[in-house]
């Protein structure tokens, strides 16, 4: 009888880690080439932010007046407003990449169903869709922190950071809004994450008016949304109110990431194994 045996498989040249990025990275060309016909989809999202910027900053900023931070000096209502609005930037780029994207590519285009028949896994694709979601959020924020240096309401040596600080808040986002399109299962779905979690994220985790003005329980509500933490991490780097708080908004951001990353792709698994 004819034994076969198979040749025992030579070590991997890298850790397994950096293989699965690796492999993620095709994830990441792929999307690159379909949005290369579609561009004007990414261009576009940067908008809403800065009509925030220049509507409720400058014309609404005329009326509130100066802004008293929490060392005591006083900034303008458009340098209060604008790094709040650099995380809502950030934020619009994650969200729309993962929760729109992803769900129609899982539920109606099959892209995933089409890819697990390559060398990609689950894993891989959870990571390839973090990437570049990861990718769309940083245009968005590079974009912004370049309006804002041009309208001078980057008043802080310390503003320095705020682009690499940008990373953390789209880590965390990009990670949730993945997790979040595995529980969608219709389109009429997209109406329970946008209209009770992230409109009213948006509208008071600090941006527009200090969160101290709520009573002390929605004061805490409001310290457990990242929106609050990317917020506050944001206007300590560029109005330089700068403390150890910052790290713990660095490590919140990064915890919360991590943990909805684990979901994301548990959820990912479930959706595509059968």
Known sequence: MAVIVRPTPSPRPYPAVVG????????????LLVYRHSWM??????????????????????????????????????AFVAPALLAQSTMNGA???????????????KVYDAILVTPLGIGDIALGELMWAMIRATIYAVAFVGVMWVMGLLISPWAVLALPATLFCSLA???????TSTFLRTVQDFDLPFGLIIMPMFLFSGTFFPIGIYPEPIQWAVQVTPLYHCVELLRGLTTGVVGWSLLV??????????????IARRRLATKLIK
């Open 20 to 31: 699965s990025f690796l492999r993620a990275r095709r994830l990441v060309q792929r999307n």
């Open 41 to 78: 989809v990414i261009f576009s999202g940067f908008f809403e932010p800065l009509f925030y910027l220049l509507g409720i900053g400058y014309g609404l900023g005329t009326i509130v007046g100066d802004v008293e931070l929490s060392d005591g000096r006083l900034v303008t209502y458009a």
């Open 95 to 109: 969200i729309s990449e993962t929760i729109f994207n992803v769900f129609f590519k899982l539920n109606f285009e």
């Open 173 to 179: 986002f990009c990670a949730a809004g993945l997790a």
């Open 249 to 262: 908004h660095v490590a919140y951001l990064g915890v919360f990431g991590s943990v909805a990353m684990v």
